[in-house]
């Protein structure tokens, strides 16, 4: 049965994140709000936990996997990010996007494309997401929770604990999420290419 940890939306409270980070270094899956609808999140190093979201997604083994990062310095260090491609993210950043680009070395192979060796990147300022991440001190593996044949993310915390109460071990619940997911940008050619229209505009990322 899933840890249900009621949450404050711009404060989170201290022992909730501690404890809930602890959790992730030993292994948990979590499911937890943002603003483009809740996200399923594991320490990078987790591979039964990828493997988790795996199942509950039905995703298939080439799925781009998102690094939830903190800041620039932290995205820096997961992908290769020339100067026009950070032009392009800082513009956007943060935001509703995720981008894939290339993945550096820091990132385990298993967690990137198996043949582009790409991986998806995504800076917020959700306040949870923001205290998860100062806290656990790396990336955040994660991915959209849209369950299959769905085509919107998850939005309501008791939902998430009703439906995958014996999948996830905590469900965090800010009371508050956005409803719509991240539009997708692939940078790891050095051309843009929209592969999901999501919240963020993807306008600037398309060609007339």
């Given amino acids: ?101 290339r993945a550096t070395p820091e990132v385990p192979r298993r967690l990137s494309h198996p043949k582009k060796h790409t991986v998806g990147v995504r800076i917020t300022d959700d306040a949870l997401a923001q205290a998860l991440l100062a806290e656990l001190g790396e990336p955040l593996l994660t991915t959209t929770l849209i369950m299959p044949g769905a085509e919107d993310p998850m939005t309501e915390g008791w ?14 619940d800010t009371g508050e999420c956005g409803v719509d997911p991240t539009t997708v940008v692939d940078l790891s050619t050095g051309t843009a290419e929209v592969l999901r229209h999501g919240a963020g505009d993807a306008s600037p990322f398309e060609m007339d």
Wanted: hydrophobic share 40%; aromatic share 6%.
């Fill in 1 to 101: 049965m899933a840890r249900y940890e009621d949450v404050h939306p711009v404060d989170p409270q201290r022992r909730i994140i501690t404890r809930t980070v602890e959790r992730l270094r030993e292994g948990a899956l979590i499911a937890y709000p943002t603003s483009s609808g809740y996200a399923l999140g594991c320490a990078m190093e987790n591979v039964e936990g990828r493997d988790r979201m795996r199942r509950i997604r039905h995703l298939r083994d080439d799925h781009h996997f998102t690094l939830l990062c903190r800041d620039f310095a932290q995205l820096g260090s997961v992908v290769d990010v020339s100067n026009a491609v950070f032009r392009a993210v800082k513009a956007a950043t943060p935001g509703p996007y995720t981008f894939i680009l």
């Fill in 159 to 172: 939902v998430v604990k009703d439906e995958l109460d014996h999948l996830v071990d905590i469900v965090l």
